[in-house]
């Protein structure tokens, strides 16, 4: 004989006292929610369970591919935004250049040989929020969560405009529709990440290492035509090549060499990935994340050094339509399919380090919402696992950006790369004080070797603050206090929420003993009330209903009704001469009541429509009831709804 | 190892799974066949009702522990990728009962499992349902024994298939 379980389809048995759902327990029940659901399922695919989640561990090939791709791919616009600055002062300011990307690229191994450091002491992930919770005030690691959400934040907007702009480098009559296009990449980039993107796939690695094979080939070939061949087009700046600014010159100041600094240090953005994924590598973590980000950092720097030499030597100059990396690239191998082959991947790893912050973004906000910093709706994790709320609100902040900076890589840079110094300081003072508490084998030179970083990246963070406080870093100053604000607001207000909620471990509850009266807003004589009063019957024996109406005769015709129908329940009538329905009812609860201990439980009739349209129909007093009584004292709401279904069939 | 009709692989299979450790080692043998091909795997297990009651009583806790039976295999299965199908059975006799439900639902295969049991003396016991399902299934068998304790050089499982 065979036995029905038709539980079966729903749950299933886990352990002792363990049931788990299975996916038809959550599956929609109406038909606007299947339709959705199909929606969904297409976009972004079927449900995951927890425990589906991947935990492969990655090589060190893969983890320079898929890690670096933010910070090697800030070599596609870093040598511009110097020539972007320098080009004001004319062709002697443009010497300047080279000299430059070098000192940047000692900045960068400062903070590659700090965050090695990091690397090694926090092999859990030491994000600047991490290290600074650990060592610093509270208020630190808050600043350097603001700075790294604007950050990444910027880095989607940058990355994108940026690969945008490669694209249209070589084909030109996208120009007009960059905004569009960089709005459906971020789609596309929101989309996959909803799908719970796996960033250990080979796709991610593939155009990371075209790209550094690229411009590698460009960079070596570029410099042997100029250097080696002397091409006759190495011309490197001359007075006459260079176009006079509209407001003519300016001149060749301090404070013009350090905005050129600021521009390019945003090369530096990204250096943090490595650190803070230290637990995605495979044994040793710490001794393989360390080797990978040495190896970030000498790549970025050659690329980012022979991209600048080459742009010097040919005298490239910025402001075109066509980006430096690829007039850069047309002078160093012609337009050719090597071209194409630099451009697209340029293109391609750029969105891959959009695609970076989509992980990062999502996590740091996960574990500011677990610290109860961030809503918790930020630490909830959707159907495919991925933390979908810290994803959207990354992308429609990344669309806001695009569109009011017209997708303009150029403007969206003074917003970018203060958030990232600011993190770097805050991480590196923390590792100062990180040696300095522990004190173990070597700590003197990891303490001065994190210090200098955290000289160095304040200093720069000072720097880039303010020389691009007027083009736009001023919002970023302005943000992250306000951030910052929002996040002490919310942990407040989280932990008055815990401290009302909070029950003492060392009490014991037993049965309930105080009284309830059960309390029935009736509209008349219907199969709905008849259900509720029997419900609040269950409740307590002391139930009474309520008819509040303009019309004293008819109250008492439903009185006698009441009497022969539902014997025992008193019907209070409340005549209401302004034909008020909820007020008078409230009132009634509020100074009618004998015993303030009480608990009042309301049990409201609800008669629930089978279409939308009909609700229409309904004036919906119990829905205004509800809202009106929650949060009222020692009051419960119950609503006993009745189905049309059951008054078609009883 | 049997394989229906030469086809090349089995198209609808039953687990006879009788609550026991053997349960998982049925279930992954039938993994196996299930990850090759598009074989349905339907698990049974038969709750068997002595004569002191109604076939149709529910005897207190049977089922609920028979349903966990059915819930153990199913999650096992979904960890391996495996789609299982469950019934629930109750019957005078397991045996029987295992028989005529894949023959019912014209499975080519069943599988079950067989605990190392020795009776009193050290002779080897296979009990009755196995026997009986060896001896009375129109469709492949296999049976999977468990490792005997202490020897697990054999790798924990023995397999048998046997035909009518």
Redesign the interface.
């Known amino acids: 004989?065979?036995?029905a379980?038709p539980?079966?389809e729903y749950f299933?048995?886990?352990g002792p006292g363990i049931i788990?759902a299975k996916p038809k327990a959550s599956a929609p029940t109406t038909q606007v929610g299947r339709a959705y659901g199909r929606v969904r399922r297409v976009l972004i695919g079927a449900p995951l369970a927890t425990e589906q989640e991947s935990e492969e561990r990655l090589s060190k090939k893969k983890a320079l591919a898929i890690m670096s791709s933010d910070a090697i791919s800030s070599s596609a616009y870093a040598s511009e935004e110097i020539l972007n600055i320098l080009v004001l002062a004319g062709a002697a300011a443009l010497s300047l250049t080279l000299p430059i990307a070098i000192a940047i690229s000692a900045l960068l191994a400062v903070v590659a040989i700090s965050y090695r450091q990091i690397g090694y002491a926090y092999p859990s992930g030491g994000g600047a929020y991490a290290v600074g919770s650990a060592n610093l005030p509270k208020i630190f690691a808050l600043i350097a969560a603001a700075a790294l959400l604007i950050d990444y934040v910027m880095t989607v907007a940058v990355s994108t405009s940026s690969a945008i702009e490669q694209i249209y480098s070589a084909f030109p009559p996208l120009y007009p529709l960059r905004v569009e296009v960089s709005v459906l990449a971020v789609a596309l980039i929101l989309l996959g990440n909803m799908r719970g993107l796996r960033e250990s796939g080979n796709i991610f690695a593939l155009p990371t290492y075209i790209y550094i094979g690229s411009a590698l080939f460009v960079v070596a070939s570029g410099l042997l035509k100029a250097f080696v061949f002397h091409d006759v087009a190495a011309t490197g700046y001359h007075a006459a090549n260079v176009p006079t600014p509209s407001g003519g010159f300016e001149a060749l100041t301090i404070l013009l060499v350090l905005r050129a600094f600021a521009g390019g240090s945003v090369a530096l953005t990204g250096t943090e990935a490595i650190a803070n994924g230290v637990p995605a590598f495979q044994p040793p973590e710490p001794r393989n994340a360390a080797r990978t980000l040495l190896m970030m950092a000498a790549l970025l720097a050659i690329i980012f050094v022979g991209v600048t030499a080459v742009a010097v030597s040919y005298g490239i100059l910025p402001g075109g339509t066509e980006s430096v990396p690829a007039l850069v690239a047309r002078a160093s191998v012609g337009t050719g399919p090597m071209f194409y082959v630099f451009q697209a991947s340029a293109a391609l790893i750029l969105i891959l380090a959009s695609n970076t912050s989509f992980n990062a973004f999502p996590r740091l906000a996960a574990i500011l919402a677990q610290d109860d910093y961030f809503p918790r709706a930020f630490a909830f994790r959707g159907d495919r696992l991925a933390f979908s709320t810290g994803i959207v609100v990354l992308a429609v902040m990344a669309c806001v950006l695009l569109v009011a900076f017209d997708a303009d890589t150029a403007a969206l840079i003074p917003l970018y790369s203060v958030g990232v110094f600011v993190s770097f300081t805050i991480s590196q003072t923390g590792m100062v004080r990180h040696w300095w508490n522990a004190r173990g084998r070597g700590w003197p030179t990891r303490l001065v070797t994190n210090g200098i970083g955290a000289v160095l990246t304040g200093v720069v963070a000072v720097v880039v603050a303010s020389v691009k406080f007027t083009a736009g870093a001023w919002m970023v100053v302005v943000l992250v206090p306000i951030i910052v604000a929002t996040m002490l607001f919310i942990h407040r207000e989280y932990a008055r929420e815990a401290e009302e909620l909070k029950v003492r471990d060392d009490l014991v509850f037993g049965q309930p003993h105080r009284r309830q009266r059960v309390v029935v807003p009736v509209p008349g004589m219907t199969r709905a009330v008849v259900r509720a009063i029997a419900f609040g019957r269950t409740l307590s024996p002391d139930v009474r209903a309520i008819y509040v109406t303009d019309d004293i005769e008819e109250g008492e015709r439903l009185r006698e009704r009441f009497s022969r129908q539902l014997p025992g329940i008193p019907l209070v009538i409340v005549e209401s001469p302004y034909r008020q329905l909820i007020g008078p009812l409230v009132t009634y609860l509020d100074v009618m009541e004998p015993d303030p201990d009480a608990i009042t439980i309301v049990v409201v009739p609800e008669f629930v429509v089978r279409h939308w349209w009909e609700r229409v129909l309904h004036n919906r007093t119990a829905a205004r009831l509800r809202q009106v009584l929650i949060g009222r004292p020692n009051t419960v709401v119950a609503l006993v709804p009745y189905r049309k279904e059951h008054a078609l069939t009883h | 190892m049997g394989e229906s009709s030469g086809q090349g692989h089995f198209a609808r299979v039953v687990l006879a799974l009788n609550g026991g450790p053997t349960d998982a080692l049925v279930v992954g043998a039938a993994a196996k066949f299930a990850g090759r091909a598009k074989t349905e795997v339907v698990a049974v297990h038969v709750?068997e009702v002595d004569w002191t009651h109604d076939?149709?009583d529910v005897v207190p806790g049977s089922?609920q522990r028979?349903?966990?039976v059915?819930?153990?295999a199913?999650?096992q299965a979904e960890r391996t990728g495996v789609s299982l199908k469950?019934?629930?059975?109750?019957?005078r006799d397991v045996g029987a009962a295992i028989v005529d439900e894949a023959a019912a639902i014209g499975a080519d295969l069943v599988v079950t499992g067989l605990p190392y049991r020795t009776k009193f003396g050290g002779e080897f016991a296979m009990g009755s349902v196995v026997p009986y399902v060896l001896q009375n299934a129109p469709m492949a068998v296999l049976v999977v024994r468990s490792a005997i304790p202490g020897d697990t050089a054999g790798g924990g499982e023995r397999h048998a298939v046997g035909r009518d």
């Open positions: 004989m065979r036995v379980r539980q079966a299933r048995y886990a788990r | 709750i076939l149709g089922q028979a349903s966990e059915l819930d153990r199913e999650a469950t019934t629930l059975l109750q019957a």
